[in-house]
């Protein structure tokens, strides 16, 4: 008998059980009584990260910086360095113009959904306002003008210095001496 009631009894207990526990939970609310149906779903990549808009205002700050301080007292230096410095804006200047593209061509794409990639947008307008302030062609322009002034000056001082052309090869003994004894050596071999 025993293994007829067991055989009655597993079943029973799980059928007693499903049925209380149907009546203690109720109607699911996720039940399908009405079925929407989804449209298709856009999902949107960002194709430039908020980080990156952010270090490239930074570099773009740097270099608009770096190109103010290199040109403030360009008046006083001689023509080497005058060369060395349009060098330095020059190549700042070309660094600063391609961040702008750079950023211009993430703004152009912003343009297409403002709403979500507003940081994008807000960075080219402060990339913009740095290159816009900065004024580095107009620099370079007074640089380079500087450095013909100082070109045209030494070519002046010069003029008045003309080597003579009819005068032969130099030679050792023309070379100006700056040792007395060296001096005194050179006067004994001419004689």
């Known amino acids: 008998m025993t293994g007829r009631f067991g055989k009655l009894l597993i079943p029973g207990l799980v059928c007693i059980n499903l049925s209380l526990t149907l ?9 399908f009584s009405t ?8 999902y949107s990549m960002a194709f430039v990260f908020p980080a990156t808009i952010q270090q490239m205002e930074q570099e773009a700050k740097v270099e608009a910086e770096e190109i103010g301080q290199l040109y403030r007292g360009y008046e006083d230096l001689n023509l080497e360095e005058a060369l060395l410095l349009k060098g330095k804006v020059v ?29 994008v947008i807000e960075g080219f307008l402060k ?11 107009g620099e370079i322009t007074r640089l ?8 045209g000056a030494g070519e002046t001082s010069v ?5 003579d052309e009819d005068a032969g090869p ?11 004894e060296d001096a005194g050596k050179q006067e004994g071999e001419s004689e």
């Open 23 to 31: 009546h203690l939970m109720g109607e699911t609310e996720a039940a």
């Open 91 to 119: 190549k700042g200047n070309e660094a600063l113009q391609t961040l702008h593209t750079k950023m211009e061509s993430y703004y152009q794409e912003a343009l297409n959904d403002p709403k979500e990639f507003h940081y």
């Open 159 to 163: 003029e008045g210095k003309k080597p």
């Open 35 to 42: 079925q929407e149906t989804s449209g298709t779903m856009a």
């Open 144 to 151: 380079e003008s500087y450095i013909e002034s100082l070109r």
């Open 127 to 137: 990339v913009d306002k740095l290159v816009g302030n900065i004024d580095a062609e």
């Open 170 to 180: 130099v030679t050792s003994e023309m070379i100006p001496v700056k040792d007395s």
